[in-house]
């Protein structure tokens, strides 16, 4: 298998912020206790861990792969909000700064946040990173806990079938495995085979 190379996206998992569906970009919130119960090991080894430097991504990692270091990138944080952290659409739906945000959230850039462009390229830069780390050192597999802008953003570039960004549905908890050919991950192709990756554990446990 050293001629293929495999790196799976986990979401983390979902937090009290999540639970109440607010904004969370780089505001933290710590992990619903009923969904952090759910969770459990991934059900095979990765040889290197990466996460968001955030606490739930953190969190999550050290529950999914207990025991195993876990390498903090602030790459891979999710899109900062600005002002709308941790506010939800009722809170929102009035403020006409969001409502032209809603109709083309790619181009709008959010009051105290980031652009789409600007997240696009720190995540961006943050996949050459691990692409470079994997390649330098002939690693086979890797990975990273992160966020669901994080994963459709990279879904919609590197799976084998083309989606628009929302068509992606990244439960919290879950993932997807993206596996290639080495040398097509070298040229940065898109991948030749997308599994899901799942990771919760029994409902009732």
Request: proline share 6%.
């Amino acid at each position: 298998m050293d001629d293929t190379v495999a790196v799976a996206l986990f979401r983390h998992g979902m937090t009290e912020a999540n639970k109440s569906h607010a904004y969370l970009g780089w505001t933290d919130s710590p992990l619903c206790p009923e969904h952090r119960r759910k969770l459990a090991a991934a059900p095979q080894g990765y040889s290197r861990i990466y996460a968001s430097d955030l606490g739930r991504c953190m969190k999550t990692a050290a529950i999914l792969f207990p025991g195993h270091p876990v390498k903090p990138c602030p790459e891979w944080r999710e899109m900062h909000f600005g002002e709308w952290e941790g506010r939800t659409y009722e809170e929102l739906k009035g403020n006409p700064d969001y409502q032209k945000w809603l109709e083309n959230p790619f181009s709008v850039v959010l009051p105290g946040g980031e652009s789409f462009s600007g997240f696009t390229s720190r995540v961006d830069k943050g996949w050459k990173n691990l692409t470079d780390q994997l390649l330098r050192n002939e690693i086979c597999d890797a990975a990273v806990i992160t966020h669901g802008g994080v994963i459709r953003y990279l879904l919609g570039k590197y799976a084998p079938e083309q989606k628009e960004f929302w068509e992606w549905q990244v439960p919290f908890g879950r993932g997807y495995e993206f596996r290639w050919s080495r040398e097509a991950f070298r040229r940065g192709e898109r991948c030749t085979s997308l599994q899901e990756a799942g990771l919760t554990g029994n409902p009732s446990g």
